[in-house]
């Protein structure tokens, strides 16, 4: 069986992250023949268009994965209303130079994890405009703005509240489906 191979961006770096965790657990939802690869993005040099026409190999490795898999999965934090600068950082970096876009035509999922009550609904939306733009298109609906409680992961990391692990799967069942439509185009 072919593996469906899924570049999972986390937009934080906390070594306790939620959303880390998230995107962790989900993985565990998804069908066997979907590989999930956490890329590395706290190594990258800050953005500097000047930098275009000879790019670090950090950024390099970053475009390589990115170009390898068949699917993104963005696991986003909310820092002040909107993405984390480290994510944005990334994007900008894998989306240049101008016409060397490596995000272009991945189909992607966008999910987040907050303590607050409306969970990442405004980055959500922040990165969902940046992915238009880059030609990345987005599931749309179910969308998942979760709150972090006690019960959402059991100690093995997997989602360990059983109301939270089936809507999770619900959207992991979507999003499956979204990048196979998106393989068969």
């Given at each position: 069986?072919?593996?469906t191979?899924?570049a999972?961006?986390v937009?934080?770096?906390?070594?306790?992250?939620?959303?880390?965790?998230?995107a962790?657990?989900?993985?565990?939802?998804?069908?066997s023949d979907?590989?999930?690869e956490h890329?590395?993005?706290?190594?990258?040099?800050?953005?500097?268009?000047?930098?275009?026409?000879?790019?670090s190999p950090?950024v390099k490795?970053?475009?390589?994965?990115?170009a390898?898999a068949?699917?993104?999965?963005?696991?986003?934090p909310?820092y002040n209303?909107?993405?984390?600068?480290?994510?944005?950082?990334?994007?900008?970096?894998a989306?240049?130079?101008?016409?060397?876009n490596?995000w272009?035509?991945?189909?992607?999922?966008?999910?987040?994890?907050?303590?607050?009550?409306?969970?990442?609904?405004?980055?959500?939306?922040?990165?969902r405009n940046?992915?238009?733009?880059?030609?990345?298109?987005?599931l749309?609906?179910?969308?998942?703005?979760l709150?972090?409680?006690?019960?959402?992961?059991d100690?093995?990391?997997?989602?360990g509240?059983?109301?939270s692990?089936?809507?999770?799967?619900?959207?992991?069942?979507k999003?499956?489906?979204?990048?196979k439509?998106?393989?068969?185009?």
């Amino acid at each position: 069986m072919a593996q469906t191979r899924i570049a999972v961006i986390v937009g934080s770096l906390r070594k306790e992250s939620h959303n880390q965790k998230l995107a962790l657990a989900l993985a565990h939802l998804a069908p066997s023949d979907f590989t999930f690869e956490h890329l590395r993005i706290d190594d990258l040099p800050l953005y500097n268009q000047d930098d275009d026409g000879n790019q670090s190999p950090q950024v390099k490795r970053l475009k390589s994965e990115i170009a390898a898999a068949q699917g993104l999965l963005f696991v986003t934090p909310e820092y002040n209303r909107s993405i984390p600068g480290v994510l944005k950082n990334a994007i900008d970096h894998a989306s240049r130079p101008y016409g060397q876009n490596a995000w272009g035509g991945k189909p992607a999922g966008v999910v987040g994890i907050s303590v607050g009550a409306i969970g990442t609904a405004l980055a959500q939306q922040h990165l969902r405009n940046i992915l238009a733009y880059l030609d990345v298109p987005t599931l749309g609906a179910p969308e998942v703005f979760l709150q972090t409680k006690d019960d959402l992961f059991d100690d093995k990391g997997h989602i360990g509240n059983e109301g939270s692990k089936k809507f999770l799967q619900g959207w992991m069942d979507k999003y499956v489906a979204w990048i196979k439509s998106h393989s068969a185009s």
